[in-house]
């Protein structure tokens, strides 16, 4: 897809935008604190939270889109990341666009990630061309998959899968796909 993203997306409540470097410190915390990676494979060192921030950017410079920085205005200046990313893995249902969130636990259970993603979706659906777009976990996720079901989108059992990057046996390999679909989209 390629081209300039926007600057930012704007809800009645949050301001999703492009990244800066004052993010960083806020994001590494974020990323070190065990209840935002219960259900990946572990927290990030600073060092692996710059270099994920830096693959944002860069996804940004690719697709025209990416994971946008969260601030609620006049309140937290960096709550987290709320947007769209191209997994980097193949897997049946990939090629594919997926909406994703991570917040900081002091904005957990306020619906920031549900209004952030239907933004997104929103987005992703009017902007960035997409017909359908997933999204997905490990099954006890049960935080992000009631985000999916408040945004509308669906699972069916057949679609979930080993996740690629993780080694077999490994406790989180197993993950649960929802799917999205544009109105007048057909299924596929």
């Not at 609620?72 to 049946?92: N, Q, T, Y």
């Not at 929103?122 to 777009?133: E, L, R, S, T, V």
């Amino acid at each position: 897809m390629g081209g300039e993203p926007p600057a930012e997306l704007r809800t009645d409540r949050l301001r999703l935008r492009r990244w800066r470097s004052g993010d960083r410190a806020p994001f590494a915390a974020l990323n070190a604190d065990p209840r935002v990676t219960e259900f990946l494979p572990g927290p990030l060192s600073r060092a692996a939270s710059d270099a994920l921030a830096e693959r944002i950017e860069a996804h940004f410079a690719t697709h025209g889109f990416g994971p946008w920085a969260v601030e609620v205005p006049g309140e937290i200046p960096f709550a987290g990341f709320v947007g769209l990313a191209v997994p980097g893995f193949a897997a049946p249902f990939t090629p594919c666009v997926e909406v994703l969130w991570r917040l900081a636990p002091a904005c957990w259970g306020r619906g920031y990630a549900t209004e952030g993603a239907r933004a997104a979706l929103d987005f992703g659906f009017a902007h960035a061309g997409q017909a359908a777009i997933v999204s997905f976990t490990v099954p006890a996720n049960v935080r992000s998959r009631a985000v999916m079901e408040r945004l509308g989108m669906t699972h069916d059992p057949a679609d979930d899968f080993d996740h690629p990057e993780l080694p077999e046996g490994h406790p989180l390999r197993r993950h649960v796909l929802y799917r999205a679909r544009r109105t007048g989209a057909r299924a596929g």
